[in-house]
T-cell receptor, first 113, second 113 residues
Framework: QKEVEQNSGPLSVPEGAIASLNCTYS??????FFWYRQYSGKSPELIMFIYSNGDKEDGRFTAQLNKASQYVSLLIRDSQPSDSATYLC?????????????FGTGTQLKVEL | KAGVTQTPRYLIKTRGQQVTLSCSPI?????VSWYQQTPGQGLQFLFE???????NKGNFPGRFSGRQFSNSRSEMNVSTLELGDSALYLCASSPWGLANEQFFGPGTRLTVL
């Protein structure tokens, strides 16, 4: 089992719709959760982070965390073609050797006109 | 504030050579992490430096090494290059450390021939 799992996609949604991206993780001790957006040929860009159970909203983006189910999601409302990118979920925590941050392999999102 | 900068942006080397990549973090950030990104393996953690000390290390061979200077700038060195080392090498800086928000530089694209 991978430490951080994401559906590779592509996830296709029409313009204006809600895109829902999901991520599960295996380490119950994980403490911090991040969503990065990566356009083709570019580096990852941090778009959301969440540390507590529940929802966190920032503009068109909402991050949702459920630690009991070990599940993190990202909702993108009113999806735009410019949202087409790969979305990386990252999970942070503490190990015996220090901190760690593990990335999923990403979900490709395509927003269609 | 200026973002994370990485030099060089592109590099072509041959097998057996060594290479040094440089990263300047966001002003005030003391944590610098390095990642290797390939299409097959995704984003993999190499190591993290905080206040000139290597604080966390991923599962890469000893050919991969790094260091951090007193001004928080960091360098990564790869010796005896192999074809499989061809990748995008990303540096990320953080005010607090590995399990917190990371801000990525544009990356160095290394091609090993």
């Amino acid at each position: 089992q991978k430490e951080v799992e994401q559906n590779s996609g592509p996830l296709s949604v029409p313009e204006g719709a809600i895109a829902s991206l999901n991520c599960t993780y295996s380490d119950r001790g994980s403490q911090s959760f991040f969503w990065y957006r990566q356009y083709s040929g570019k580096s990852p860009e941090l778009i959301m982070f969440i540390y507590s159970n529940g929802d966190k909203e920032d503009g068109r983006f909402t991050a949702q965390l459920n630690k009991a189910s070990q599940y993190v999601s990202l909702l993108i409302r009113d999806s735009q073609p410019s949202d087409s990118a790969t979305y990386l979920c990252a999970v942070g925590g503490v190990t015996g050797g220090g901190n760690k941050l593990t990335f999923g392999t990403g979900t490709q999102l395509k927003v269609e006109l | 504030k200026a973002g994370v900068t990485q030099t060089p942006r592109y590099l072509i080397k041959t097998r057996g050579q060594q290479v040094t990549l440089s990263c300047s973090p966001i002003s005030g950030h003391r944590s610098v992490s390095w990642y290797q990104q390939t299409p097959g393996q995704g984003l993999q953690f190499l190591f993290e430096y905080f206040s000139e000390t290597q604080r966390n290390k991923g599962n890469f061979p000893g050919r991969f090494s790094g260091r951090q200077f007193s001004n928080s700038r960091s360098e990564m060195n790869v010796s005896t290059l192999e074809l499989g080392d061809s990748a995008l090498y990303l540096c990320a800086s953080s005010p607090w450390g590995l399990a917190n928000e990371q801000f990525f530089g544009p990356g160095t694209r290394l091609t090993v021939l």
